[in-house]
């Protein structure tokens, strides 16, 4: 393990992932990315009586899922480290308690999954705790009644308004070599540049982005180029406008087509979601299939995951505050 | 870094305590532990216009505190392991966006100051990151608002339930050798024995410091009497002597007056909080004053810190769920 620059880390020790898995909701599952899902759920309630259950046990699956593909008995997972968007973490709190793996609740907002990577990936690959899982989830539902207003009111969105994805995903980091490794990870910083729509997150969390970007480029001292692409989740389709006009404003060389946002491409344009995806299972259930499948059949050779989160509650918003929010970065690299 | 049994880490590359702060409100002030405050706040919504922001400030004098104590800007800091109560834990959140410093936001209800403590030596053990700070805060007026009734309505509280401390504190974490060492921790479960009174979480947590403690001894191959004081934070009166009952059954060689814990000692009898204290601020406050001034004198040479959590939200406990809970755990050490 090395610290490079201000707040980068070289994972010198080894992590990589050795197992994902990832679960979505019906509407996810009729998108583009459909068939990259391991399993889709029909009923969004999966037989319980109430969203945030139904979100629990979305989580669990993606992380039995995870061990299961791995070879591995749950008891024989170092630690989950998670989070998801409730107050409270409880859909990531109530799966551990079912799960019995030792547990490091994590809160980034939509960057959790991210976050939770980089913080699993520096206990793996320092020999503290290995092998790990990272995990988290979101539900529309449940989303909307933790931010927003009351489904039954119907409340028209506005074209900025991404849609939560209902979503789990989960990787396995191990110590042991596998095809496709964590290299370096940075660390964000909270920025809030006064966006107070909560309708409109991309255009917040777009700032925090660039912010992590710009300090991982510089820490490492390498260039855009030096990687195949750069996954941010989510930004949505205006959020990843303004982050490309960022960095094109302070990077000449920027390819176009370099930038892929998972909220961006989760639905096709005819499923009327606005902006596209958002929430904690979004990049977890992209990552954990779409872009793993990328990543093991070589169309990329190195890749640069920017999580992102509006780090804002109701209750902030009530009281008149804006939207701070965070950026994760890790890059993987296909060996 | 080490890890040793199954869920325990011996922090070997050198994580030690090279600061601490605490700031804490009027009544935690007026408590026996009063003078071991850096800062007794009069106001509690410390010049602000809503308990929430007024928290986050709390939070924030700690923070800065710390670092002025240690001689370091805070920009030197490499990062900040914090998180707090309150729904998508905004007093850290909003905190962290005015000290600029990058973030690692930890949710482990009133468990968060040792998993933060505990992930972020795990941070400075292996190089990635150093130095770094672990806090955390509460506030009573923020979490009852958040986890029980409007403070306006006046409702009275059990005997068996917890006052929510007013008090914030922060500890920097530096590879560079100190006077007190951070010699081990211990990853919790989320244990639930079905307790669903959210005025009585003490016996709702208690299994799960049992859990973690025996958990600890079990992979250290160490006995109870390893430790000059068990400090756990935060039980409170009831939960206490559950632990203590549930250390018995299992071990003969158990020490009266072994066992500490930070909520049951924070206020008098006299300031009828029942209970005693609880909240993230408490063990937090109470470790980076009380405990680090008696290691510090040489009044113990080694304890053990366990740190408990309570995961409910107040829309898990009104789907009538139960309350799961979690431990985490460190040692320190005076060199």
């Known amino acids: 393990m090395k610290r490079t620059g201000e707040r980068s880390i070289l994972f010198e020790g080894g992590a990589y992932v050795s197992a994902s898995a990832c679960v979505a909701g019906k509407k996810e599952g009729e998108g583009p990315l459909g068939d990259t899902f391991d399993e889709i759920i029909s009923d969004d309630l999966l037989g319980t009586d109430t969203w945030e259950k139904a979100e629990s046990e979305l989580f669990k699956k993606a992380v039995k899922m995870c061990a299961e593909k791995s070879g591995k008995m749950m008891d024989e997972i170092g630690a989950l480290f998670a989070g998801d968007l409730n107050a409270q973490i409880i859909s990531s709190g109530f799966a551990a308690r079912e799960l019995g793996v030792p547990f490091v609740g994590m809160y980034g907002a939509c960057s959790t999954m991210i976050e939770s990577m980089l913080t699993g990936a520096v206990f793996v690959s320092s020999g503290a705790i290995t092998p790990v899982i990272a995990a988290a989830s979101s539900h529309f539902c449940t989303a909307e009644r933790q931010f927003r207003t009351p489904l039954e009111l119907g409340t028209q969105r506005p ?11 989960a990787c396995m980091i191990d110590g042991i070599k596998t095809e496709i490794q964590i290299e370096s990870g940075t660390i964000g910083r909270v920025i809030d540049l006064k966006i107070k729509d909560a309708a409109h997150m991309g255009a917040a969390m777009a700032p925090a982005v660039a ?5 991982h480029l510089s820490d490492l001292a390498i260039s855009l180029t030096e990687y195949d692409r750069i996954i941010t989740g989510d930004l949505g389709k205006y959020g990843l406008e303004i982050l490309k006009e960022l960095v094109k ?9 370099l930038f892929y946002d998972c909220g961006a491409n989760l639905y096709s344009d005819e499923q009327d979601t606005h902006a596209g995806g958002s929430g904690c299972g979004c990049i977890a259930g992209v990552l954990a299939g779409h872009i793993m499948n990328q990543l093991k059949e070589g169309t990329y050779q190195k890749i640069l995951l920017l999580g992102s989160g509006a780090m804002m509650s109701v209750t902030s918003s009530l009281q008149g505050e804006s939207i701070p ?7 993987l690299k296909r060996c």
Do not use: N, R, V
């Not at 990077?251 to 087509?257: E, L, V, W």
């Not at 929010?325 to 890059?331: F, K, Q, R």
């Open 159 to 169: 074209p900025s308004a991404q849609w939560t994805a209902t979503a789990a995903g």
């Open 211 to 215: 912010d992590t970007l710009f300090g």
């Open 249 to 257: 404003k302070k990077m000449k060389d920027c390819p176009s087509g």
């Open 325 to 331: 929010s965070i950026s994760y970065a890790i890059s």
